[in-house]
C-alpha cells in the first residue's frame, strides 16, 4: 500500500484509503459483488483486509469482459505495449487495445478484395456511425465520419455564410482547429475571446459577448490545456437566452473517458486518436436534425452530394444538408475499422465505468499538484475537471525529460507539462509520477 504512505503522508493516509478502496470496489470481482452487495458497510480494517482478497483473488480469476481495461489481468492483456511503463499522455495519443489492431488487419484483408471489399467497409461505416450516434445521444443519420476535427471546423464555417457584422465567440482554452477558422482574414466575421480566469471559464464573462449579432459560439467541452471541465447545460441556457447563436462542441478531451451530456447542442466534433484508442485519421460529427439546414456544407466532393452522378451533374451541385454534408469524399476506412473497435471497447467497458476508475485517481493526483512548487494550471475544483492535469515550472523541459528517462509519459507542449489520467491507468502511476516528479523539483 505505497500509495496510502507516500501520496499524502501520515495525515492523508484515511482519506487516500477511503478512494482506492472506493476504486478497488468499482472493479470487484462477481464473486465479491455476490457476497458482499454492500461492501461500504464493512470496517475501515475489513475495507484494507477485503482489497487484499481481491487483489489475491484477480490473480486467478477470469476476469468479465466487463472488467476489459480495468484489471491488472485485462490490462496486460489488451494494452500489452503498456508493460513496463507509465504511460499520462493519453490526451495526446491513446493507446490502442489490441482489438484495434485486429480491426485495422481486417481492413487490409477487406482491402484484399478489391471491389467486393466495399461492401464489408460499408459494413464497418454503419456499426461505426451507430455507435458514434450513441455516444452523442444521436441517431445514426445524425453523425458522420470525416478526416479530422479540423477539417470538420473548416466545414462548418464554410456552411455558415458568415458576413460583415456577424460575431462569433472563441475561448483563450481552446484547442487551434476550434478557433482559428474564424481567425483567417477571409472570414468577415468579428471575433470576441471568452476569456477564462483562474483557469476557468464563467458564464458571467461570456454573458457580455452575447447579442442580436452573435452568429456562433464555439468551445470544447474539456479544454486540451489545462483540463477545464465546462458545465455545458449553463452555457447552453445563457446562449439561447441572450442571442441566437449556434452552439459547437468539441468533446476530443471528453468522448471515452466521461458520460456525455450534449443535449441541445448544435454540433458536435470529436478526433479519434486520444480517449476513444482509435487511429489518427477520423472527425465525428455529429449533427442533430433540427439544425441540419444551418449547416450545410457548400463543398465539391461526391459522398456529400444529392444525386452526384445523376444527369445534371455538370449543371448543379447540392449538398447533403447536416452531418452528412460533412463527408464530402471517399471515406478514411482504415480509420473508419479503428473507430468501430475503439468505440466498441470502450463501450463494452462503459463510460461510467472508466470514469469511477479514473476519477479517483485524477483529484488524488491533483491533490498532490497543489502541495508541489508548481504554477497549477488546472483549476483546484474537482467537479471541473476530467482526466486532464496540467502546470507550468521554469524547468519544464527538464522535469519532463527526467520523467521520461524513467518511463514516464506526459506531455511537455504550448508552455506548460500536462497529465492525462485514463482508465487504463493505476494507483502506482500516478504514485510513480509524483514520487519522481519530487525528485525532479528538487
Excluded at 77 to 83: N, T
Excluded at 138 to 163: P, W
Excluded at 180 to 195: D, F, I, S
Excluded at 375 to 380: F, Y
Aim: proline fraction near 6%; aromatic fraction near 8%.
Amino acid at each position: 500500500m505505497e500509495i496510502a504512505d507516500k501520496l499524502h503522508g501520515q495525515a492523508g493516509r484515511v482519506q487516500t484509503k477511503h478512494r482506492l478502496y472506493r476504486l478497488m470496489i468499482i472493479q470487484r470481482p462477481l464473486w465479491f459483488q455476490t457476497k458482499f452487495p454492500n461492501p461500504h458497510s464493512l470496517s475501515l480494517s475489513g475495507r484494507w483486509a477485503t482489497i487484499g482478497v481481491i487483489a489475491l483473488m484477480s490473480l486467478t480469476e477470469t476476469p468479465l469482459e466487463t472488467d476489459a481495461m480495468l484489471t491488472e489481468v485485462t490490462r496486460t492483456r489488451d494494452f500489452p505495449s503498456l508493460a513496463g511503463i507509465t504511460y499520462l499522455n493519453s490526451a495526446a495519443e491513446g493507446i490502442p487495445p489490441l482489438a484495434v489492431g485486429q480491426a485495422l488487419q481486417q481492413y487490409f484483408a477487406d482491402k484484399q478484395l478489391g471491389m467486393d471489399g466495399r461492401e464489408r467497409h460499408a459494413s464497418q461505416w454503419n456499426a461505426a456511425k451507430k455507435l458514434v450516434a450513441e455516444f452523442y445521444g444521436l441517431t445514426a443519420g445524425e453523425v458522420t465520419i470525416c478526416s479530422c476535427s479540423s477539417e470538420a471546423y473548416n466545414l462548418a464555417a464554410a456552411a455558415l455564410q458568415l458576413q460583415a457584422g456577424d460575431e462569433v465567440v472563441i475561448n483563450d482554452l481552446d484547442f487551434p482547429a476550434g478557433a482559428t477558422p474564424w481567425l483567417q482574414p477571409t472570414c468577415p466575421a468579428t471575433v470576441k475571446v471568452w476569456r477564462s480566469r483562474a483557469g476557468a471559464l464563467n458564464v458571467a464573462d461570456l454573458l457580455p459577448l452575447l447579442g442580436p449579432k452573435t452568429r456562433l459560439v464555439t468551445t470544447s467541452l474539456v479544454s486540451f490545456f489545462n483540463g477545464y471541465k465546462l458545465c455545458l447545460p449553463e452555457i447552453i441556457v445563457a446562449v439561447r437566452k441572450h442571442s441566437p447563436a449556434l452552439v459547437s462542441v468539441d468533446v476530443t478531451q471528453a468522448l471515452g473517458r466521461i458520460p456525455l451530456d450534449l443535449n441541445d447542442v448544435d454540433l458536435i466534433v470529436s478526433s479519434t486518436h486520444k480517449w476513444i484508442l482509435a487511429s489518427h485519421g477520423g472527425g465525428l460529427i455529429g449533427v442533430p436534425a433540427k439544425r441540419a439546414a444551418a449547416w450545410t456544407v457548400p463543398a465539391g466532393g461526391w459522398f456529400n452530394l444529392q444525386d452526384a452522378f445523376g444527369p445534371q451533374r455538370f449543371e448543379q451541385a447540392v449538398s447533403l444538408p447536416g452531418a452528412a454534408g460533412f463527408t464530402v469524399g471517399m471515406p478514411n476506412y482504415p480509420a473508419v475499422y479503428a473507430i468501430r473497435a475503439g468505440l466498441e471497447y470502450i463501450r463494452g467497458v462503459g463510460l461510467s465505468a472508466i470514469n469511477a476508475a479514473a476519477q479517483p485517481l485524477t483529484e488524488a493526483c491533483l491533490d498532490e499538484l497543489t502541495r508541489l512548487p508548481i504554477e497549477l494550471l488546472t483549476p483546484r475544483d474537482t467537479s471541473a475537471i476530467a482526466g486532464i492535469l496540467a502546470f507550468r515550472h521554469p524547468r519544464a523541459e527538464q522535469i519532463q525529460q527526467q520523467l521520461r528517462s524513467q518511463n514516464i509519459h506526459v506531455m511537455s507542449h504550448a508552455g506548460r507539462l500536462r497529465i492525462a489520467i485514463h482508465g487504463y491507468n493505476t494507483a502506482q502511476d500516478i504514485e510513480k509520477l509524483l514520487r519522481e516528479l519530487r525528485v525532479a523539483l528538487k
